[in-house]
T-cell receptor, first 115, second 117 residues
Framework: KNQVEQSPQSLIILEGKNCTLQCNYTVSPFSNLRWYKQDTGRGPVSLTI?????NTKSNGRYTATLDADTKQSSLHITASQLSDSASYICVVSHMFSGGYNKLIFGAGTRLAVHP | DVKVTQSSRYLVKRTGEKVFLECVQDMDHENMFWYRQDPGLGLRLIYFSYDVKMKEKGDIPEGYSVSREKKERFSLILESASTNQTSMYLC????????????????FGPGTRLLVL
């Protein structure tokens, strides 16, 4: 079954600290993996996208890694800010017959950054 | 910047009512999607459309229908709302005609939080 699992479910850190969010997937065949940030009361916004051949991608203080062999990805946030408080969603694109792709969403990690 | 707007941020409806959720995007995207988001679950695809008047069922289409009469507008219809349809509804759009959004980034609207009493 194609699934995306994220850990932890929720996380509290102090402002200025680093943190790492995890994503494990069983999706196959795999097309790409994205991390989205969703602020409370808003729609998700794309942070990074990685294809099978990429193992790291940065967007400012956000760095995503991908190990396609172990089917694991992580999102590392450096020097956290209060505005990083949000849900972070891992999304894996599943290729299926006919050349179509389907997105499989994780349930998200809710991050709270405290002053 | 891509802008996806949804007609309502919050809606309260009664069981059995017909509910219309509207979504408009301004970037001439071919693909449009409706998802629902529930606590502890990932976004689940209800319907998507890759062209005007075209629609495809997603993972949970039961109890929903959609309409796409114009490229920029995609409507989600709850024919007879039920309490288990209380949820956050998210609309998204993307480029790349012919695919269910895997190849291109999806841009999301702010969501409509629907409460069915």
């Amino acid at each position: 079954k194609n699934q995306v699992e994220q850990s932890p479910q929720s996380l509290i850190i102090l402002e200025g600290k680093n943190c790492t969010l995890q994503c494990n997937y069983t999706v196959s065949p795999f097309s790409n993996l994205r991390w989205y940030k969703q602020d409370t009361g808003r729609g998700p916004v794309s942070l990074t996208i990685m294809t099978f051949s990429e193992n790291t991608k940065s967007n400012g203080r956000y760095t995503a890694t991908l190990d396609a062999d172990t089917k694991q990805s992580s999102l590392h946030i450096t020097a956290s800010q209060l505005s990083d408080s949000a849900s972070y969603i891992c999304v894996v694109s599943h290729m299926f017959s006919g050349g179509y792709n389907k997105l499989i969403f994780g349930a998200g990690t809710r991050l709270a950054v405290h002053p | 910047d891509v802008k996806v707007t949804q007609s309502s941020r919050y809606l309260v409806k009664r069981t059995g009512e017909k509910v219309f959720l509207e979504c408009v995007q301004d970037m001439d995207h071919e693909n449009m999607f409706w998802y629902r988001q529930d606590p502890g679950l990932g976004l689940r695809l209800i319907y998507f459309s890759y062209d005007v008047k075209m629609k495809e069922k997603g993972d949970i289409p039961e109890g929903y229908s959609v309409s796409r009469e114009k490229k920029e507008r995609f409507s989600l219809i709850l024919e007879s709302a039920s309490t288990n349809q209380t949820s956050m509804y998210l609309c998204a759009s993307s480029l790349l005609a012919g695919a269910s959004g895997g190849g291109e980034t999806q841009y999301f609207g702010p969501g409509t939080r629907l409460l069915v009493l």
